[in-house]
């Protein structure tokens, strides 16, 4: 069983910073390949980010690339979200998610097996 929660989450103006964690319960965290995707009112769950089990690989939204950075440390079984120059289209619900294959284009929620209960990111403009 995996279980995984997201904290960090909170407001900020835009073109702020804001890093999010997740710590996951897993024995088995360093074999697990890890993800965000964010949710925002009235839309669907989207990819934000992945990241293979040894961090070696990593995959990004367009939307996001260039200014979120995510990062693990497999000692601490911790996933990180760090997000930089936060516009208010960032605005939304923040979830960590892992998987335990890496799929080639893999980055829909269908891809994730285990979940958090995410966390709220706000960005005023």
């Given at each position: 069983q995996v279980q995984l929660v997201e904290s960090g989450g909170g407001l900020v103006q835009a073109g702020g910073s804001l890093r999010l964690s997740c710590a996951a319960?897993?024995?088995?965290?360093?074999?697990?390949?890890?993800?965000?995707?964010r949710q925002a009112p009235g839309k669907e769950r989207d990819f934000v980010g992945r990241i293979s089990w040894s961090g070696g690989t990593t995959e990004y939204a367009d939307s996001v690339k260039g200014r979120f950075t995510i990062s693990r440390d497999n000692i601490k079984n911790m996933l990180y979200l760090q997000m930089n120059s936060l516009q208010p289209e960032d605005t939304a619900v923040y979830f960590c998610a892992a998987a335990t294959l890496?799929?080639?284009?893999?980055?829909?929620?269908r891809h994730f097996?285990?979940?958090g209960q995410g966390t709220q990111v706000t960005v005023s403009s």
């Open positions: 319960s897993a024995r088995t965290f360093n074999r697990l390949h890890m993800g965000w995707f890496w799929v080639a284009g893999g980055t829909s929620v097996n285990y979940w």
